[in-house]
């Protein structure tokens, strides 16, 4: 049988799996398109830390962060979520928030570091690997209960990188910190321990654990306007107080889960 839809096959929005009517839909392409837009902005943080632009570097992979959020709220809301985008989705990430990442460290300061750098570039990037191909599979088959679907298992890939880039962060905001430089080996550390809570089976939490009030659309764009104005204009600040806040949520969300997994355990006694 000859192959007449081409790329466009791929994108199988019909949530009865019929095949799609022959002809250009447009709306079938715009979540990958953007997808692609994270990516190359991946690519390029990666071109900005050979040319020794770390700041850039860093505030691109941001930036792949924000269109990460954004390319898999579009493909549900056009539904044009299918297999293909969710691959091509998973390739980016790994590039994104796994080489970029240890990439920039690596030519910041891990490059002195000696065999410890080059050892946590290696163990970030293989880890941030698994951790999305687990997410992969058990996003086709989830073994866990029904309560236990609403947590991550392990750091999302774009929150690993957030957290390994904080030392880079933090020295941007105050880079009167210049002893930066003679704690190579434990930036190399802290990478490994945080590719280690990405590969682990420890719950974080995700969007799916609170319930956004309903706000005037009004709103929500003042809202999505203040957070873009903050990251603009204090663009160090804005992501140390996200990095920080997204750490202290990682015990929070530890309790709630055990909080959940007594509570569901408990035996029910009939009334």
């Excluded at 945080?194 to 682990?200: D, K, L, N, P, T």
Aim: glycine residues 8%; hydrophobic residues 55%; proline residues 7%.
């Amino acid at each position: 049988m000859a192959d007449s839809g081409g790329l466009g096959e791929y994108f199988i929005d019909d949530p009865k799996n019929e095949r799609p009517k022959p002809g250009f839909r447009l709306r079938r392409f715009l979540p990958s398109m953007l997808t692609l837009c994270g990516l190359s902005a991946g690519l390029l943080a990666i071109q900005k830390a050979m040319l020794d632009q770390t700041d850039q570097a860093v505030l691109l992979i941001a930036f792949a962060a924000i269109i990460d959020t954004m390319d898999g709220a579009l493909a549900r809301l056009l539904r044009a979520t299918s297999k293909f985008g969710a691959e091509l989705d998973s390739l980016s990430d790994f590039l994104c928030f796994g080489v970029a990442p240890a990439f920039v460290l690596y030519v910041w300061v891990l490059e002195g570091a000696g065999p410890v750098g080059w050892i946590a570039v290696l163990v970030f990037a293989m880890a941030s690997a698994l951790r999305l191909a687990r997410f992969n599979a058990m996003s086709e088959e989830d073994p866990r209960p029904v309560w236990a679907q609403k947590f991550f298992m392990g750091v999302p890939a774009p929150c690993g990188a957030g957290l390994a880039l904080m030392p880079v962060i933090i020295y941007q905001l105050l880079p009167e910190l210049s002893y930066f430089n003679a704690l190579t080996p434990l930036i190399g550390i802290w990478m490994i321990v945080i590719a280690g809570a990405m590969v682990s089976g420890m719950p974080t939490l995700s969007t799916k654990q609170f319930k956004i009030p309903q706000l005037p659309a009004v709103a929500m764009l003042a809202l999505g306007g203040a957070f873009l104005a903050a990251l603009i204009h204090a663009p160090w600040a804005t992501l140390t107080v996200m990095g920080v806040t997204y750490a202290a949520s990682i015990p929070l969300g530890l309790k709630h889960y055990m909080t959940l997994k007594k509570a569901n355990a408990a035996p029910r006694s009939d009334a």
